[in-house]
Each structure stands twice: as structure tokens, then as C-alpha cells.
């Protein structure tokens, strides 16, 4: 198996795991990716799906050796695969277990959260190769400065974590040792978020700028009162009366931030 999942607590976590050739993105590591993805988002149990890798590389791009002899490219399901990853109702913690590079990025740029370790370095090496960015450019120029891109897009220049945090590819650089224990604050937290909440706030993220504001105070006043009355609403308001955990938060989810 080249993709591992497993669950606890409310946490789907699936690993890439072939270090041999690190984690490059081949036929069929997609195709066992796609298959775990669609096990977490149709799960349930899960609550929030983290992403990382086994080795010291997250992911290297594409499988070089799969792309020899011109044929259709191999990577002809990654779309689908990042779309589902940006449109997933769950949130998608990407925990980098090391460095990233080209096609790597793009699962990066897709999940709702990225944590690295401040050792870990970054490039789209694409030009290089004489070939370009193209799919990864979807998610990625969403997440980017627009001149940082035109910077690392163009030079294939190695970037570090710290400037990775700074031009928004990644959420947050930490010491190596805290990595763990960061990803898992950020899951502690988002347990303890409506599930139907967080798919619309997903969304509110990345529509609500694209609106024009007169509109946008419309449409956001009736989703406001929507959810207000709506049963994971009132639900959460008994339970904040209550001083106990909602009704969705898992038995056995960390404490976390309980306050409001």
C-alpha cells in the first residue's frame, strides 16, 4: 500500500507512504489516495482528516519515471483529487512531514491548513524541467501572493518554511519536535466546531470577498438568522448555557479551547 489511513477520536489520518521515491504523486499512489479521501469524507465518525507522509519528504511532485515517453500524463486524476481536498465539507489539516515540491505544493495549497517543520523547504522546480505549473496553479495562486508566485513559479527557487508562512502557502513553520502537538491543537479545535458550520464557514472564506458588499450583507444577514434557528444552532447555544460539550463533539476529542 502506498496511502495509510486511520482513525481515532473523530481524526481520519492518511499518510503517503512511499518514502522509496518520496511520495511522488504516481498512478497509483492518486488512485489509492483518491480512495482513502473518499472513505474519510463518506465516514461519519470522521470530523477532520489530516494529510501528511511518511519519510523525510511530504511529496515530491510527479512521478518523473511515469511521465518518460510523452504519453498522457499520469496525473490526469490529481485535479479531481485537489478539488476534492478544496471542496471537502470536512476540514483538511495537511501535516508536512517534510519537504514539498512542484505537484506536492498543490495538495498543500488545497487543505484548509498546512503546519511544517521550520527545517522543511519548498520550490516549483516545474520551469526547470521545461514544464509548468498548470494544475497546481488552481489552488496555489489562491493561496500566494500574487508576487511571490510570479517570483517562485518563474525561478523554481528554493524557498524555507518561514517564507512559505509569510507569502501564505503554509499556516504555520514550527520546531520539529512541536509538530504533533500543533496539528493536534488544531484538530482539538475544529472537533469542537458544528460539522454543517464549518462546511458553510469553508465556503464563506473563499466566496464572501468575491461578493459585492450590499449583497454581501444580504445574503450573509439570511444565512446568519438561518443558522440562529437552525438544530446544530440551537443546539450549540443550549450547550454553551449548559457548560457542557455539543452534542457533535466526540466522546473522545481533547479538550481543546472550549471558549467561545
Known amino acids: 500500500m502506498l496511502v495509510r489511513r486511520e482513525q481515532a477520536g473523530g481524526v481520519a489520518t492518511i499518510t ?28 461519519p465518525a470522521v470530523r477532520v482528516v489530516v ?45 508536512l512531514n517534510g519537504t514539498a515540491r512542484a505537484g506536492g505544493l498543490g495538495l498543500v495549497a488545497a487543505c484548509d491548513f498546512a503546519v511544517a517543520p521550520a527545517t522543511a523547504s519548498f520550490a516549483f522546480t516545474e520551469v526547470r524541467l521545461g514544464v509548468v505549473p498548470a494544475m497546481i496553479a488552481v489552488t496555489c495562486l489562491r493561496r500566494l501572493e500574487p508576487r511571490a508566485a ?25 520546531p520539529e519536535e512541536d509538530l504533533d502537538a500543533t496539528v493536534a491543537h488544531y484538530t482539538g479545535m475544529l472537533l469542537r466546531g458544528g460539522p454543517e458550520a464549518l462546511s458553510i464557514t469553508k465556503r464563506l472564506v473563499r466566496e464572501v ?52
Not at 524555507?160 to 508562512?165: F, L, P
Not at 443546539?235 to 457542557?244: L, N, P, S
Request: charged share 25%; net charge negative.
Open 51 to 95: 494529510l501528511t507522509g511518511a519519510g523525510p519528504v511530504f511529496c515530491a511532485g510527479a512521478d518523473l519515471k511515469e511521465q518518460r515517453g510523452g504519453g498522457a500524463p499520469v496525473t490526469a486524476s490529481f485535479p479531481d483529487i485537489m478539488l476534492r481536498i478544496w471542496e471537502s465539507p470536512k476540514p483538511v489539516v495537511c501535516r
Open 209 to 260: 470577498p468575491l461578493l459585492p458588499v450590499e449583497e454581501g450583507f444580504r445574503a450573509m444577514a439570511a444565512l446568519s438568522a438561518e443558522r440562529f434557528t437552525s438544530e446544530e444552532g440551537q443546539e450549540g447555544i443550549r450547550a454553551f448555557a449548559e457548560k457542557r460539550p455539543a452534542a457533535w463533539v466526540p466522546a473522545e476529542a481533547p479538550a481543546g479551547d472550549a471558549g467561545r
Open 150 to 174: 510570479a517570483e517562485y513559479f518563474l525561478t523554481g527557487e528554493v524557498f524555507t518554511a518561514e517564507r512559505a508562512v509569510e507569502i501564505g502557502l503554509l499556516t504555520r513553520a514550527v
Open 16 to 43: 503517503l507512504d512511499s518514502p522509496h521515491n518520496r511520495n511522488a504523486l504516481s498512478s497509483r499512489l492518486l488512485r489509492q489516495l483518491d480512495d482513502a479521501l473518499s472513505w474519510a469524507l463518506d465516514e
